[in-house]
């Protein structure tokens, strides 16, 4: 479900989301360089002090606005003629155009609406609701992976493209929250669908009707500092009546051109503060440096984009179809599948299969999204469970122990637990074994005593399949077909052979890498890198389960050498603790 939720507006979103991610990170770049560039206001320095410097030298000035940047812009009229300029706050001289930057109006109007309109808006803001379901539902999927949100930086296996999106997300995923939700708000804003509309003081009644009170002698200007300053509006030239219009973080007034006393004042209302800050968060403006790393952030959009495609493309090949997958909570049957190569999913989708024909509604899913309070109408559960390291989890059935030590109790649904493993391995099926064992020490009530499958045997299963027809009173053939993994075929460059007279023949093979295409350079689509200790899998003729052995070499570029010993198993044995990854191949030469 959850990898639903994130899969379909990413893939359907992707687009909009890049577009709306890469402009906002040139954005974020504006407010950072405004800060550097815009002249420095001295500690202390009041409005005014600022006002008075900037009349005497330009004596129409009718408006003084400080960014949140810090940057004082003045607007004047000299001689019926408009003027504007960046001012420096020690001299009140312009040192500056105040023109727009066109490159930042361009941005920011495609950013917030693709120079469509409101259509554009509204386009946009689906863009950002879409980045905040990407982001939660991405969250969710990381924690599952990793074994809970208490391991949310543990170390990652698995293919480079998925290990890469991980990463990513999971330092990215707090900006891109932030950045998602402030942008929802700020659109509902834009649409007024906020009481965020600022409130005006009441229009003073009386005024002294006197003008040319000194700028630097009126009380609330030496009272205010000019970082507070947000706009002072001068009075209308020989308009008596007319007031000074001063804005601040804090609020609005009015000041009295005759006599400098404060008329009116109205603060900042809640919600105008909370749109504010939202506004900072968002744009950076008032916060440049937030505003940099959020932009930093952004730019992990693309990169998980073609992550997130390539993982796609590879869960599409490396997964069987489930036709008629049921919802978890519809199920009579839940499987659920551990697996880090694949294969027992191809088991699942078989049993899967079967059980459908039976008349049964069956969900499967993996052992990492195990959640018992959504099994409504189940009367079932079985667990398939590989193996992989020295015992440990597959990567689909990551914080499943966690999950089930931490019940109060077993579900009241039995459970079978079939283990993958190969028996090679010392640690033979041991993660169903634990798994078994965890149950067990639950009273979790069992359908089917542990059974085991060793090196994905179909007869193995089969023979399986009969007892749980029986525990299930129906007949069930259980006719698996396996996969044949991709290969890759290696041409032999030489052979020496060992220890013959000695009774522990060995041979060491050594292999010629086939030559990687820059395309797949740059997908990671060629032979796998491999180092010394690593397993390769070798397909032999007419099976469809590789045989594994440890790689003595980690020269890339050059060739392999395979330890080819009269007992596979010793191989095995002395490197199952370092053969996280493989490569599947099959021999020619
Ligand atoms: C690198 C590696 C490590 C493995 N470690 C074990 C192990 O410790 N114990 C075991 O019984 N099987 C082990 N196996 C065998 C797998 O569990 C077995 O092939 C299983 O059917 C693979 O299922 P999957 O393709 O769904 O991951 C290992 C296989 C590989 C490739």
């Known amino acids: 479900m959850i990898r639903t939720l994130h899969r379909w507006p990413g893939l359907l979103a992707l687009a909009l989301v890049t577009i709306l991610s890469l402009s906002g990170a040139a954005l974020s770049v504006f407010p950072a360089v405004e800060r550097i560039t815009a002249p420095q206001v001295e500690t202390g320095q009041t409005v005014a002090t600022l006002a008075d410097r900037i009349q005497a ?27 504007a300029a960046v001012i420096d706050p020690a001299t009140g001289a ?14 920011t109007n495609f950013h917030r609406s693709l120079f469509l309109g409101d259509g554009g808006r509204i386009a946009m803001a689906a863009g950002a609701a879409a980045m905040l379901v ?53 659109t509902a804003s834009t649409f007024d669908l906020l009481p965020d509309g600022g409130v005006l003081p009441t229009d003073p009644t009386e005024v002294s009707g006197e003008i040319g009170f000194a700028l630097d002698q009126m009380a609330t200007l030496l009272q205010t500092p000019v970082a507070e300053l ?24 009015y000041l009295d051109q005759g006599t400098g006393a404060l008329v009116a004042w109205a603060d900042l209302t809640g919600w105008e503060r909370v749109s504010e800050t939202i506004y900072m968060l968002h744009t ?39 036709r008629g997958n049921q919802p978890a909570g519809r199920a009579e049957t839940i499987l659920l599948v551990g697996s880090e190569g694949g294969s027992t999913w191809g088991f699942a989708a078989t049993l899967h299969a079967s059980l459908t024909v039976a008349g049964q509604g069956v969900h499967v899913g993996p052992m990492s999204g ?44 039995p459970m079978a637990v079939l283990g993958f493993g190969d028996r090679s391995f010392p640690a033979y099926c041991a993660f169903a074994k634990d798994v078994a064992a965890a149950a067990q020490a639950k009273d979790w009530p069992e359908l089917l005593p542990l059974d085991a499958i060793d090196r994905q045997s179909p007869q193995d299963f089969a023979r399986w399949g009969r007892a749980l027809g029986e525990a299930l009173s129906i007949s069930l053939e259980l006719s698996h077909q396996p996969v044949s993994p991709r290969t890759e075929t290696l ?14 023949g060995a041979a060491i093979l050594r292999f ?78």
């Open 57 to 83: 030298v330009y004596p129409g000035v009718e408006q003084i606005r400080r960014s949140p940047s810090g940057r004082i812009t003045a607007y004047w009229f000299d001689q019926g003629a408009p003027g």
């Open 94 to 107: 312009g040192v500056a155009s105040a023109d727009p930057n066109q490159a930042l109006r361009w941005l």
């Open 134 to 186: 990407l982001s939660l539902s991405g969250a969710m999927l990381v924690a599952r992976r990793a074994g809970g949100w208490r391991h949310w930086f543990a170390s990652l296996r698995g293919p480079f493209a998925g290990r890469l999106h991980v990463e990513i997300a999971r330092i990215a995923v707090i900006g891109l929250v932030l950045s998602s939700t402030t942008a929802l708000w700020m």
């Open 230 to 253: 947000r706009e002072l509006s001068f009075p209308y030239p020989g308009d008596a009546t007319d007031v000074f219009t001063l804005k601040t973080d804090r609020g609005t007034g």
């Open 284 to 322: 950076g403006q008032g916060a440049a440096t937030l505003g940099l790393v959020l932009g930093m952030m952004a730019l992990g959009v693309p990169a998980m984009g073609v992550t997130g495609v390539l993982i796609w493309f590879a869960g599409r090949r490396g997964r069987p179809r489930i």
């Open 370 to 413: 195990f959640a018992p309070e959504r099994y409504a109408r189940a009367e079932r559960i079985i667990v398939l469970a590989a193996t992989y390291g020295d015992g440990a989890a597959p990567a689909s059935a990551k914080g499943f122990l966690d999950r089930l030590n931490a019940l109060d109790g077993a579900p009241d649904i």
């Open 491 to 504: 041409t032999l460059v030489s052979r020496r052979n060992y220890g013959a007279e000695m009774q522990a």
């Open 512 to 589: 010629a890498l086939p030559r990687a295409t820059l395309w797949q350079r740059l997908t990671g689509a060629g032979f796998a890198r491999f180092q010394a200790g690593d397993l390769i899998g070798v397909l032999p003729q007419g099976s469809a389960v590789p045989r594994l052995y440890s790689l003595a070499s980690g020269r890339r570029g050059l060739c392999c050498k395979v330890f080819l010993m009269r007992s596979l198993s010793s191989v095995v044995r002395q490197e199952s603790g370092c053969h996280e990854r493989f490569q599947r191949a099959s021999f020619h030469g």
